[in-house]
């Protein structure tokens, strides 16, 4: 799964998330997740958590659960990473039109534009950029602590890292790994944006508006570019100080070091629907399909814009991680997209490592009884 520098405000010192394992009496009917759910607040310092599980068999039903004050079904909030599964997407679907090909290299797009310290974009191709296999540099590495992303201020003053500010500042270090290797870098879908929007003519933002938010009827997601503040209905975004472990909101912080790898504002109902419809093969054909959850490139860790997680009980789920200032989620689903469940919490630190594999696991490894799925 993706290193931590999935989280795109890269100064802050952050530690993920852990779930309890006691249930709550005072609700014997509610799912595994659901009982845990009061824990990461209690034990994890979340000010709130909230998650949406979605399952179509026998029949459709969803569940919403929250813990906390602040967080309602409908709010919008930063998705972060997750973001990467709609960019692979549409660059899926323009393979599958012939407007690319994956062994395509960077520089048949965007000619001259990768090149120094030992950086060529004429030995990338798209299909490493998509499985983070092209060695480049995590732009988001090189980020000063006083970025005002990082930092939560807001204002005039607060200039958008735009994303060609990105990529030079990944290529003024030399690559990070040999050409092959996985290794978790934001820079390779700033520039798979940059390649959608060459190929189209339009925004990356603008494709995946027509391609699948539309389509999908995902009214509650939006690409806010430098825009700092979040669409109405939205909770606040809180960070914690490593340190003295104050609560700072940080709601204004926009994600202007983000773009194509993880600027995007969306809410549980429509992430819960994105995942039941790519792993239903709504939005690729099977071949396409095929291809993007194909974890051959980056040796079993990724796959392209999303990754596989195996738990305890054998099953496997599929999704992606976002996490930048003020906001953590997480989302997961069976192969089939027939149970999908997304997990957020308000804040970008919790003090206990080991919450999103327990959830994950109460949520697709139990039945309501607590037993063996």
């Known amino acids: 799964m993706p290193t931590l520098r999935a989280m795109l405000a890269a100064p802050v010192v952050l530690t993920l998330l852990a779930l309890g394992t006691a249930s709550l009496p005072s609700e014997p009917h509610l799912t595994p997740a659901s009982s845990y759910l009061p824990r990461l607040v209690v034990e994890g310092d979340a000010p709130a958590a909230a ?14 659960r929250s813990a906390g004050p602040g ?3 409908g709010d919008r909030f930063r998705a972060g990473s997750v973001t990467k599964t709609f960019v692979a997407t549409v660059v899926l679907q ?21 090149r120094g310290h030992g950086n060529d974009g004429r030995r990338i191709t798209l299909r490493a950029l998509l499985t983070h296999t092209s060695g480049l540099y995590d732009y988001t590495e090189a980020l000063p602590p006083t970025d005002p992303a990082a930092t939560g201020a ?3 003053s607060a200039q958008p890292l735009t994303p060609g500010t990105a990529v030079r500042t990944a290529l003024n270090r030399p690559p990070v ?12 879908y700033v520039l798979l944006g ?3 929007q060459r190929v189209t003519g339009h925004p990356y933002s603008t494709e995946i508006q027509r391609r699948v938010l539309t389509p999908l009827r995902l009214t509650g997601t939006s690409f806010p570019g430098a825009r700092s503040t979040l669409p109405s209905p939205h909770s606040r975004g809180y960070h914690r100080s490593p340190g003295d472990g104050t609560l700072r909101d940080v709601t204004g912080a926009g994600p202007r070091t983000a773009g194509a790898a993880g600027e995007m504002v969306s809410t549980l109902a429509d992430l819960t629907r994105f995942y039941a419809a790519l792993l239903g093969g709504r939005l690729l054909p099977p071949a396409q399909l095929a291809t993007l959850l194909n974890t051959r490139t980056a040796h079993g860790m990724y796959a392209m814009g999303i990754y596989p997680q195996k738990l305890s009980c054998g099953t496997t789920v599929w999704g992606h991680n976002g996490h930048i200032t003020g906001s953590y989620v997480r989302a997961a689903a069976t192969r089939d997209g027939r149970h999908v469940f997304i997990f957020r919490a308000n804040t ?4 206990d490592p080991d919450l ?3 959830l994950l696991e109460a949520e697709f490894c139990r039945v309501r009884t607590g037993g063996p799925a």
Request: charged share 15%.
């Open 51 to 64: 998650f949406l599980s979605r399952h179509d068999s026998p029949a459709p039903r969803e569940t919403y």
């Open 71 to 73: 967080i309602r079904p």
């Open 94 to 114: 323009l393979a599958g039109e012939g407007a690319l090909q994956l062994s395509d290299t960077v520089d048949t797009h965007l000619p001259g534009l990768i």
């Open 154 to 156: 807001a204002g005039p």
């Open 177 to 188: 790994s040999a050409p092959g290797t996985y290794a978790y870098s934001n820079t390779n």
């Open 194 to 196: 940059l390649v959608v």
């Open 348 to 351: 970008d630190m919790l003090s």
């Open 356 to 358: 999103e594999a327990a």
